[in-house]
T-cell receptor, first 113, second 115 residues
Framework: DGGITQSPKYLFRKEGQNVTLSCEQN?????MYWYRQDPGQGLRLIYY???????QKGDIAEGYSVSREKKESFPLTVTSAQKNPTAFYLC????????????FGPGTRLTVT | AQSVTQLDSHVSVSEGTPVLLRCNYS??????LFWYVQHPNKGLQLLLK??????LVKGINGFEAEFKKSETSFHLTKPSAHMSDAAEYFC?????????????FGSGTRLSIRP
């Protein structure tokens, strides 16, 4: 089956630790995205990548980092510099850029205590 | 600048009655407009997309939306609600495919269906 996988579904970390969220797609899409969702709010773009080895900051990139070494993979690291990391994180991909249909993964719920 | 406003945070309708979820947008450029649906603790799924072709856009599960440039609106409708339609709905505006690209999600409308 083609699609996007995110692992794990739930993640718990202590404050001050970096944590990496996984996102893999087998849709052969060029573009990939990371969003953050907080209760009662829409999604906010963290980072996006339109091709391998290239990525751009979104609206809330501070405290996050990404890499895009392979077309299929776009991991997100939540660093200790992120002041409020507890949230639901969604990864997506699209054939074209931001004006194209995006396919979303099931999300990772990160809780930092 | 781009923005999107979903006018209702919560809409409740009876099963079998029409659904209307309202969305207004603003954009300095010709935007692409989307409606996505999210069921609890899940990713989002595309319902429909407007990209400057027909102004009335038909989507999945009987939903449709009409692009009205004069009113800067892109409201989502369905003639008859089903229990399975209960979910969160997001209106999205995006512009471009370059370093000037931008995507904005509305804050969402939670749709409840009464039996």
């Amino acid at each position: 089956d083609g699609g996007i996988t995110q692992s794990p579904k739930y993640l718990f970390r202590k404050e001050g630790q970096n944590v990496t969220l996984s996102c893999e797609q087998n849709l052969n899409h060029d573009a990939m995205y990371w969003y953050r969702q907080d209760p009662g709010q829409g999604l906010r773009l963290i980072y996006y990548s339109q091709i391998v080895n290239d990525f751009q900051k979104g609206d809330i990139a501070e405290g996050y980092s990404v890499s895009r070494e392979k077309k299929e993979s776009f991991p997100l690291t939540v660093t200790s510099a992120q002041k409020n990391p507890t949230a639901f994180y969604l990864c997506a991909s699209s054939m074209t850029g931001l004006d194209g249909e995006q396919y979303f993964g099931p999300g990772t719920r990160l809780t930092v205590t | 600048a781009q923005s999107v406003t979903q006018l209702d945070s919560h809409v409740s309708v009876s099963e079998g009655t029409p659904v209307l979820l309202r969305c207004n947008y603003s954009s300095s450029y010709s935007p692409s407009l989307f409606w996505y649906v999210q069921h609890p603790n899940k990713g989002l799924q595309l319902l429909l997309k407007y990209t400057s072709a027909a102004t009335l856009v038909k989507g999945i599960n009987g939903f449709e939306a009409e692009f009205k440039k004069s009113e800067t609106s892109f409201h989502l409708t369905k003639p008859s609600a089903h229990m399975s339609d209960a979910a969160e709905y997001f209106c999205v505006v995006s512009v471009g495919y370059s370093s000037a690209s931008k995507i904005i999600f509305g804050s969402g409308t939670r749709l409840s269906i009464r039996p």
